[in-house]
C-alpha cells in the first residue's frame, strides 16, 4: 500500500495545522516547526523542516490564515474568541474552515467542509487529502487503536519463513 500524504493535518484542539504546498513541502498555518506534533508529522512526511508561512502564497493575520492552491482552498480562524473572523470566514466560499468553535452548516454556509471544536473533540488529529472532486477525511478515532493517520501502515507477511 502506497502512503498518500496529507493536503492538510490538524492536531486535536488545533492549536497545529499544517498543509501541503504544490511542491510537496508543508507549512504550518499554525504552529511552530519546534512544535512536537509538527515535527512528528514531517518525520513522516519525509520533511525536515517547514517552509516559512512568508515564503508561502498563504494569507495570515492576526485572526485567520488562508491558503490556497492548485487543489484545495482553507481558512483557518486562530482565536476561537473574534466572532466578526469566524463570521467573516462562515461566508467565504472556501473547500475547508478550520476554527476552535462548534460550527454548523446552517449557520456556516460558505466552506464546502467544516472542521470545528465539536469534531475534533470527538474524533481527534484530523488528517485531509485530497482528489479529483472528493476529499478523504481520516481521524485518530476510526483509524485504529495505535494508528497515527499521518504515517504509512505497515503490512507483515504473516507466512514469511525466518
Not at 496529507?6 to 486535536?12: G, K, P, Q, R, T
Not at 510537496?24 to 515535527?39: C, D, K, V
Not at 484530523?126 to 472528493?134: K, N, S
Amino acid at each position: 500500500m502506497a502512503h498518500i500524504p496529507a493536503d492538510i493535518l490538524i492536531s486535536h484542539d488545533a492549536r497545529q495545522v499544517m498543509v501541503r504546498l504544490d511542491d510537496g513541502h508543508y507549512t504550518a498555518l499554525r504552529g511552530t516547526a519546534r512544535s512536537f506534533t509538527i515535527q512528528d508529522w514531517l518525520r513522516a512526511e519525509g520533511e525536515d523542516d517547514l517552509v516559512p508561512i512568508k515564503e508561502t502564497t498563504a494569507e495570515c493575520g492576526k485572526e485567520s490564515c488562508e491558503y490556497t492552491n492548485r487543489r484545495y482552498s482553507v481558512t483557518l480562524v486562530k482565536k476561537p474568541q473574534d466572532e466578526e473572523a469566524l463570521e467573516e470566514a462562515c461566508q467565504q466560499k472556501v473547500d475547508v474552515l478550520i476554527a476552535w468553535w462548534y460550527l454548523h452548516a446552517g449557520y456556516c454556509s460558505g466552506p464546502k467542509r467544516l472542521i470545528g471544536r465539536a469534531e475534533l473533540e470527538a474524533y481527534g488529529v484530523h488528517a485531509l487529502r485530497f482528489h479529483d472532486q472528493a476529499v478523504d477525511v481520516e481521524h485518530t478515532l476510526t483509524s485504529g487503536q495505535g494508528h497515527r493517520i499521518w504515517q504509512p501502515v505497515l503490512t507483515y507477511d504473516t507466512q514469511e519463513e525466518y
